[in-house]
């Protein structure tokens, strides 16, 4: 799901990060750190993360999740907004707003941040910060 990297500190994440997509890590980075500042920044799951909620993992494990996320991946950059308000994920809820970019349920995708529609962006990310949480989908019945 996340591309793999040797890194195990932001500084080494950043620091591999290739030039051009450098630019947008670090300017996204600064974004949410300004934007919401209570989630503390950390690195986990080969992502930089912002905050942490309790939630199970797929083995039914209790573990700490990022509310939101910033990854450079093979062709886009990412921010997973790990955030629901009642059974609708944040990132959906704002999809058309977003601007140029491609939203899954709790990921927002896209080349360029200037295709992001940032003050759009930084109401989403204040109100993940507000509701943390993913939403556990149903079982699709045969």
């Given at each position: ?17 290739p030039g051009e997509r450098k630019e947008i890590i670090l300017f996204l980075d600064d974004f ?111």
């Amino acid at each position: 799901m996340f591309k793999p990297t040797k890194a195990k500190t932001i500084k080494q994440y950043i620091d591999a990060v290739p030039g051009e997509r450098k630019e947008i890590i670090l300017f996204l980075d600064d974004f949410i750190k300004k934007t919401v500042p209570k989630l503390k920044p950390h690195f986990s799951y080969n992502m930089l993360a912002y905050g942490k909620f309790p939630t199970r993992n797929y083995k039914k494990e209790m573990i700490e999740w990022p509310v939101i996320s910033l990854a450079n991946q093979k062709n886009y950059v990412s921010i997973y907004i790990c955030a629901v308000d009642g059974d609708q994920y944040i990132a959906e809820k704002y999809k058309k707003d977003l601007g140029k970019v491609n939203v899954g349920r709790s990921c927002v995708r896209f080349r360029n941040w200037k295709d992001v529609n940032l003050p759009v962006l930084k109401k989403v990310l204040k109100e993940a910060a507000k509701h943390p949480g993913l939403v556990m989908t149903k079982p699709v019945k045969k």
